[in-house]
């Protein structure tokens, strides 16, 4: 069974431009989860979305926005990039809200 | 605030020596608990996880681990380490309730370097 999917890979910016990555769940998986992982740090919560509705949202500012699609995969974007939005963003996909989250393998974004 | 503390950063030991990485977390609700494993330039593995039942939880590859609700601790613990355990642990925690229902909290994590 396929894992968590997420797309591109690694993806490089400049400041003020803007970004989308993309994350397929697991099969049957219904939430969505997305993480900013800075480098040397533990991932940080951004959003949550479960049945295409947003269940969550973490201390970031507006510039992030996400949302999930009638097949469950979801979207992150990020406006106005900033030299401090460089990170591993995380993908996690789980049965329901409180279930077991699974990760996907991540988009490491660098801004310049 | 729901708070996780990885109280070392980093944890050298030699091969099939025993290992114990600790976590600490702050909650005043029940909670659910994790360990992940992140090896360079990947995503995170779960490892293993407590979410009821009995304290004392194991991974497929020799990993346990004990939750200890008056200590508020879970604590990882391998009997003999192979060099292929070298990795970046995270300890996380899952609120069941409020508004914080369903998201992660991690801790900052601990490098274990297993030497020959």
């Known amino acids: 069974d396929a894992g968590v999917t997420q797309s591109p890979t690694h993806l490089i910016k400049t400041r003020g431009q803007q970004v989308t990555l993309r994350c397929s769940p697991i099969?049957?998986?219904?939430?969505v989860s997305w993480y900013q992982q800075v480098l040397g740090q533990g991932p940080q919560f951004i959003f949550q979305?479960?049945?295409?509705?947003?269940?969550g949202r973490g201390n970031f500012p507006d510039r992030f926005s996400a949302r999930q699609f009638p097949n469950y995969s979801s979207e992150l974007n990020v406006n106005a990039l900033l030299l401090g939005d460089s990170a591993l963003y995380l993908c996690?996909?789980?049965?329901?809200?409180?279930?077991?989250?699974?990760f996907g393998p991540g988009t490491r974004l660098t801004v310049l | 605030a729901q708070s996780v503390t990885q109280l070392d950063s980093q944890v050298p030991v030699f091969e099939e020596a025993p290992v114990e990485l600790r976590c600490n977390y702050s909650?005043?609700?029940?909670?659910?608990l994790f360990w992940y494993v992140q090896y360079p330039n990947q995503g995170l593995q779960l490892l293993l996880k407590?979410?009821?039942?009995?304290?004392l939880v194991e991974s497929i590859n020799g990993f346990e681990a004990e939750f200890n609700k008056s200590q508020t601790s879970f604590h990882l613990r391998k009997p003999s380490v192979h060099i292929s355990d070298t990795a970046e642990y995270f300890c996380?925690?899952?609120?069941?309730?409020?508004?914080?229902?369903?998201?992660?909290?991690f801790g900052r994590g601990t490098q274990l370097t297993v030497w020959p």
């Open positions: 996690a996909s789980s049965l329901e809200e409180t279930d077991t989250q699974y």
């Open positions: 099969s049957g998986h219904k939430s």
């Open positions: 979305y479960y049945e295409k509705e947003e269940r």
């Open positions: 909650s005043s609700v029940s909670v659910y």
């Open positions: 407590y979410l009821s039942g009995s304290t």
């Open positions: 996380a925690v899952a609120v069941l309730r409020g508004s914080t229902l369903g998201r992660l909290y």
